[in-house]
């Protein structure tokens, strides 16, 4: 069971959860196919028993194209993995259109199964300073106790817009904390992401995947300074857990040190105006 420790004074929690020292920690830069993946094709029983899946087969058998499973090493009481693809290499910035939209298919359904059970935040850890422990691309989510206050963002002021379409609006806000930090808001409604429609989740996971895209084609520029030659590519993204939801993607192209983890401060190299604009400029 997950323990939550409440500070006093600021009212943010911390969550104690012994279960994640056993989690494994691969070595991703060197992971390859060979190795045993959990999350491949056959190998259905190395992992807890699936809760849901998206395409064909019987239940933790191969015919999948997108499965969820209980997360060995949970974060808190309710912790699921939602594997991506069948594919151990490709993420979503590469993958099929299609199966993008079947990933956030996927999201939304889960999001729906645990909505009357707290907050239900949906996260993505791509590449080893990210957060990701195991190379197969892989996105979680995780119920938090409705009584817990979460100290997350809320939706930012649409400025420094990067592109414009009928349903969504992605930009750069002024408080970016990250490079290259990009927003993706849906401009009709202000409700949870549980009501995103099928045609929205369409639209949602084009444009998301051309963000991706433009990000990944920025940052991968040998002329870009924050390019890392082992990793060029690590980012983060989350869905907004309540009402005027939103999905954020963060671009890990700088670490933090001392002084943020100091201050509370965050320091963004580029400002988010050019960022934008450079993003706008950029064809994928």
Request: proline letters at 7%; hydrophobic letters at 35%.
């Amino acid at each position: 069971m997950a323990k939550y420790v409440p500070d006093i004074k600021t009212q943010r929690w911390v969550i104690i959860s012994q279960t994640r020292v056993s989690r494994p920690h691969t070595q991703l830069k060197t992971q390859t196919k060979a190795s045993v993946c959990p999350f491949c094709y056959n190998c259905e029983k190395m992992t807890p028993p699936e809760v849901h899946r998206l395409g064909g087969g019987e239940k933790d058998h191969p015919g999948w194209l997108v499965r969820v499973v209980p997360n060995k090493f949970p974060i808190t009481d309710v912790h699921e993995v939602i594997i991506h693809s069948p594919d151990h290499k490709h993420d979503l910035e590469d993958l099929d259109g299609e199966q993008v939209k079947h990933v956030f298919t996927v999201y939304r359904d889960r999001y729906i199964t645990h909505e009357k059970d707290g907050h239900v935040l949906i996260f993505c850890n791509h590449g080893l300073h990210a957060g990701a422990s195991l190379m197969h691309p892989h996105s979680q989510l995780v119920v938090v106790p409705r009584q817990i206050n979460l100290d997350s963002l809320s939706r930012e002021p649409v400025n420094n817009i990067i592109s414009d379409s009928a349903d969504f609006i992605t930009y750069c806000p002024d408080f970016s904390q990250w490079p290259y930090e990009v927003w993706l808001s849906p401009k009709n409604g202000s409700g949870k992401f549980s009501a995103i429609s099928d045609d929205d989740l369409t639209s949602m996971a084009r444009i998301f995947q051309r963000s991706l895209k433009q990000i990944k084609s920025v940052l991968t520029d040998p002329n870009q300074p924050f390019k890392q030659a082992n990793e060029p590519f690590v980012y983060n993204y989350y869905i907004y857990h309540g009402e005027n939801w939103f999905l954020r993607i963060i671009p890990r192209a700088v670490h933090r040190a001392g002084f943020e983890l100091g201050t509370g401060l965050n320091v963004n190299v580029v400002d988010p105006a050019n960022a934008a604009e450079t993003l706008k400029s950029t064809s994928v």
